[in-house]
């Protein structure tokens, strides 16, 4: 299971997909939880909650979060279905 302190958490360099900041922000939640309830939280549950919570922040409507994600160290496209179709985005 990965944690902060596993090995290719330590050696990424900066993710491709958030600010370093933000980045930076979501290990450290991750890393305060791993000392309260080792291998109980991941990284999935911790932006979920956060999307949610920016979404209350900004006048939008509660909604309750599924949790229980596991994180992965691969990413496997097949799997992965888009929302939208590439013609939608353009």
Known sequence: MATPFSAHVLSRKKSLNLAGDAFDLIVRAKTALELQC??????SDILAESARNLVVMAAGPFYTVKLGRKDSKVSIPPLSKPIFQKSQTQ
């Open 38 to 43: 080792a291998g109980d939280v991941s990284y």
